[in-house]
C-alpha cells in the first residue's frame, strides 16, 4: 500500500531535549510539508520542500529544522528553542508543488513536552 | 490568515444531503478551492479539489458559483463516519503553494 507513515503516534519528551519526528513516504511524491496543529485551530506550516536537498521555511519555521536527502524521507526536528512544542504535528506529500497537486498527509504524531 | 470563511459547526440527519459552505470573496483567478476533511486526531482526508467548473466523485460533490466568490460541499447520503471537521482551503498556481486553513466546519451526522 502506498502513503505517508508517521511515527511515532505519541511522543514525550521533556523540557530543553531536541526531538526528531519522522516521516517517510512511498508514492514517489516530490514536495513534503511539515504542519502543526494546536486544539480547535487548523494546521499551520512550519516547512516544505519541493524536491530532495531544497526545502523553504513556511509561516512558523522558529525553533524547527528539516533535512530532505532522499525523496521519501523529510524529518523534522523540534529544538529546545520553540517556546511552545506540545502540538499535533503532521506530515504531508503532494506529487509536485504547483496549485493542482492535491496533499495526501500522514496520520500525525501527538507530541507532549513535560 | 485563512482566505475562507465557514460555519463553525452544522449538523445533518443521516441519511440525508449535508451541504457545506464556504465563501471565498477575495479569491483570484489563479486560486483552485480544496476540501479536507479531519476526523478526530487523524491527518486530514483529501476530499475533491475544482477550480472553476463543478466537480464530482466518488465521495463528494463541489458546486463553485459562477462568480467563484463561494462553493459548497455535497455530501450527498450523510453516514455516522461522516461526522469530522470539514476545510475549505483556497490555494495558488503559483508562489508556496501552500494551504492556508482556517477553523473549518464541525459537521455532526445524527443517527
Not at chain 1, 517556546?83 to 501527538?110: D, M
Not at chain 2, 470563511?5 to 483567478?29: F, K, V, W, Y
Request: proline letters at 4%; glycine letters at 8%; aromatic letters at 10%.
Amino acid at each position: 500500500d502506498g502513503g505517508i507513515t508517521q511515527s511515532p503516534k505519541y511522543l514525550f519528551r521533556k523540557e530543553g531535549q531536541n526531538v526528531t519526528l519522522s516521516c517517510e513516504q512511498n508514492l514517489n511524491h516530490d514536495a513534503m510539508y511539515w504542519y502543526r496543529q494546536d486544539p480547535g485551530q487548523g494546521l499551520r506550516l512550519i516547512y516544505y520542500s519541493q524536491i530532495v536537498n531544497d526545502f523553504q521555511k513556511g509561516d512558523i519555521a522558529e525553533g524547527y529544522s528539516v533535512s530532505r536527502e532522499k525523496k521519501e524521507s523529510f524529518p523534522l526536528t523540534v529544538t529546545s528553542a520553540q517556546k511552545n512544542p506540545t502540538a499535533f504535528y503532521l506530515c504531508a506529500s503532494s506529487i509536485g508543488a504547483s496549485g493542482g497537486a492535491s496533499q495526501y498527509f500522514g496520520p500525525g504524531t501527538r507530541l507532549t513536552v513535560l | 490568515d485563512a482566505k475562507t470563511t465557514q460555519p463553525p459547526s452544522m449538523d445533518c440527519a443521516e441519511g440525508r444531503a449535508a451541504n457545506l459552505p464556504c465563501n471565498h470573496s477575495t479569491i483570484s483567478g489563479n486560486e483552485y478551492v480544496y476540501w479536507y476533511r479531519q476526523i478526530h486526531s487523524q491527518g486530514p482526508q483529501y476530499i475533491i479539489h475544482g477550480l472553476k467548473n463543478n466537480e464530482t466523485n466518488e465521495m463528494a460533490s463541489l458546486i463553485i458559483t459562477e462568480d467563484r466568490k463561494s462553493s459548497t460541499l455535497i455530501l450527498p447520503h450523510a453516514t455516522l463516519r461522516d461526522t469530522a471537521v470539514y476545510y475549505c482551503i483556497v490555494r495558488s498556481t503559483s508562489g508556496t503553494y501552500k494551504y492556508i486553513f482556517g477553523t473549518g466546519t464541525r459537521l455532526k451526522v445524527l443517527a
